[in-house]
């Protein structure tokens, strides 16, 4: 008995370890697209099925663009490639607070050629589902945001906002934001609605440089990160499954001890 016993908690040690593994980061590039399968894990949740598209606008004169390729290769836009390539943004599994989820990060960066602002407006799509039979019951969303600019307006800005659909049965359940400025940079929403699975995520991310210098230096403004996570909770059901499992391991352990009496 003692070597079987000994046997479960060796396997049921190995399995939790096992479980704690997550993904490490990946590029946000070779995420566009991809089925459920191949998503992004991390924790009790699979990122995948990313969208990304972006707008830009800057310069002067004869200079002044739209493209997104041409602002990074004049050097006032970076952390993108074009309005269709996010090479350099990565993704990172991000897990705290019992909340599963991940960071995206890579500098994203505006930068004014000291009279015109440069601005940067991405669209970040995806889906999550949790896995295990839990259900999702809050959403959140944070940014780092760094800056240089005069305090006169206009200045650097930063703001990113978010809708969450339901993925499985459609419907709006509710709506973040961040800003700088003012900072508020973290942000939490509450999902009331029961039997959520998984989420829907339409992001959209603005950078404005300002449009001037101060101290010497062009305005500018960047975004380092920018989290996104989800809390689940246990269904009933799951609550039901571990809770027989215990009760099925005490009447084992009893029944041999009565049996060895």
Do not use: W
Request: aromatic letters at 8%.
């Amino acid at each position: 008995m003692t070597h079987k016993f000994n046997r479960f908690l060796i396997l049921a040690t190995c399995f939790a370890a096992v479980s704690m593994f997550t993904a490490a980061a990946e590029q946000l590039d070779s995420l566009l697209g991809v089925s459920e399968a191949g998503g992004l894990v991390v924790g009790d949740v699979v990122f995948y099925d990313f969208g990304f598209s972006a707008t830009c606008s800057g310069g002067t004169g004869a200079a002044a663009t739209t493209s997104c390729s041409q602002l990074v290769s004049d050097g006032l836009i970076t952390g993108i490639t074009s309005d269709t390539n996010p090479t350099s943004l990565t993704i990172s599994p991000d897990t705290a607070n019992g909340m599963d989820g991940f960071t995206l990060g890579g500098s994203l960066k505006t930068i004014s050629d000291g009279t015109t602002a440069t601005t940067l407006d991405i669209t970040l799509t995806y889906d999550a589902a949790v896995l295990g039979g839990d259900t999702v019951n809050g959403v959140s969303l944070g940014a780092t945001f760094g800056s240089n600019g005069a305090p006169a307006l206009p200045g650097p800005a930063l703001s990113i906002e978010e809708t969450v659909d339901n993925l499985t049965g459609g419907g709006f359940l509710g709506s973040l934001q961040v800003t700088d400025p003012p900072p508020s940079l973290s942000a939490l929403i509450p999902v009331t609605v029961t039997g959520v699975t998984g989420v829907s995520v339409t992001k959209d991310i603005d950078l404005d440089s300002g449009a001037g210098s101060s101290n010497g230096f062009a305005d500018f403004a960047t975004s380092t990160t920018v989290t996104q996570q989800l809390s689940q909770v246990p269904e009933p059901r799951a609550y039901a499954a571990v809770m027989g499992l215990f009760l099925a391991f005490f009447f084992a352990i009893k029944r041999r001890r009565q049996q060895t009496a």
